[in-house]
């Protein structure tokens, strides 16, 4: 009974782990940072979040389905090079939605070869990552994009105008994002297919599910929600830098494992991988106001990140360990109720 209670405990653990973290890096950074909990300094860490959280749902999806996409930070910065560029010509009103409708397309593009041509999906996206960073580059001659006129400033504030405590607007959309995509992918029989697909994906075919539409579908979803953040973020800054999403990559990869979801597929949750995101935009602005450099952070993330690979292969050892076992026959072996 006692292995069966400690088995408990450590699932337990290993469920809710990243709520776990986020609460001691949230409790150690209010305690001990300076200047770390106050009402200015939270909304600079939602406002940071707001965007790589959203990116980190379509992302999470591909992960679940046994996925990589590294489009996703060149997306965030053509996304929202589109919407500004256009801006001018167009409006918000038609750029906006060009721009996240191109994000869309990119996404179908990675899933088309991916599912059909079968081509390797890091291969995929590596290389439309590099062909999206010389699209940038050609179209914008490699200027920063900023407005001026009186519209863009106005959506502007518009964006980051408090409608809650530490909650604007572009925070508010990523939140609903987060909260409608949990409950998708959690509640509902589509959602579910996700995991399916990627935890075995002979079994979803035999189980009738068409494994390349998900595919697919999933990509779709990295590349709208990738511009969907990269849009939102630009229209509030009214101005996009070339270099926009280019640490996003691995942030919200980092989040991702972070949280719980297997490379492998067919585990994650969108919910776990924003509280992870969350976690580490705390660690890093705890890490600024202690006044250490960039260098610390990405060492310290990137301990964090060892830790939680090594804690991943140790789970996964100890369960094809005992993978047959009947713990109630074990126990009573233990006690010697039955002869071995």
């Known amino acids: 009974m006692r292995s069966i209670g400690k088995s ?3 699932s337990w653990v290993d469920k809710y782990r990243i709520f776990l973290l986020f609460g001691v890096v949230f409790l150690f950074m209010s305690v001990f940072a300076p200047r770390f909990f106050n009402s200015y300094n939270l909304t600079s860490i939602m406002r940071t979040v707001a965007m790589n959280g959203a990116v980190a749902i379509g992302f999470t999806i591909v992960m679940i ?3 990589l996409d590294l489009s996703i930070g060149t997306v965030i910065t053509f996304s929202a090079v589109v919407a500004l560029g256009l801006k001018t010509a167009l409006g918000f009103g038609v750029s906006v939605p060009l721009a996240v409708i191109a994000g869309a397309g990119i996404g179908l593009i990675n899933g088309l070869l991916v599912a059909k041509a079968k081509i390797n999906s890091f291969i995929v996206t590596l290389g439309m990552m590099t062909l999206l960073q010389g699209a940038i580059y050609t179209g914008t001659g490699g200027n920063t994009i900023a407005l001026s006129t009186p519209d863009a400033f106005a959506v502007s504030d518009f964006l980051t105008k408090m409608i809650f405590p530490l909650v604007t607007p572009r925070v ?4 609903v994002l987060v909260a409608l995509f949990t409950v998708f992918m959690q509640k509902t029989r589509i959602g579910r297919n996700f995991y399916m697909v990627g935890g075995n994906r002979m079994t979803a075919w ?3 599910i068409n494994t390349d539409r998900y595919t697919i579908i999933a990509f779709i979803l990295s590349g709208t929600l990738a511009a969907i953040g990269g849009v939102f973020f630009a229209m509030e800054q009214a101005a996009t830098t070339l270099k926009l999403g280019e640490t996003s990559l691995m ?11 297997a ?7 969108i919910l776990k991988s924003f509280v992870a995101i969350l ?3 705390v660690l890093y602005q705890g890490i600024v106001l202690f006044g250490l450099g960039n260098e610390v952070k990405i060492f310290i993330a990137g301990l964090i990140l060892a830790f939680v690979i090594l804690y991943e292969a140790f789970t996964v050892f100890r369960h094809e360990k005992v993978v047959g076992q009947r713990p109630e026959l074990v126990a009573e072996l233990e006690k010697g109720k039955l002869s071995r």
């Open 8 to 10: 408990s405990v450590t």
């Open 65 to 67: 389905c046994g996925q």
């Open 172 to 175: 508010l959309i990523t939140l």
């Open 206 to 208: 035999l189980a009738g």
């Open 251 to 261: 942030y919200v990869i980092s989040a991702t494992i972070i949280g719980g979801t």
């Open 263 to 269: 490379m492998s597929g067919g585990k994650g949750g």
């Open 279 to 281: 976690t580490l935009e």
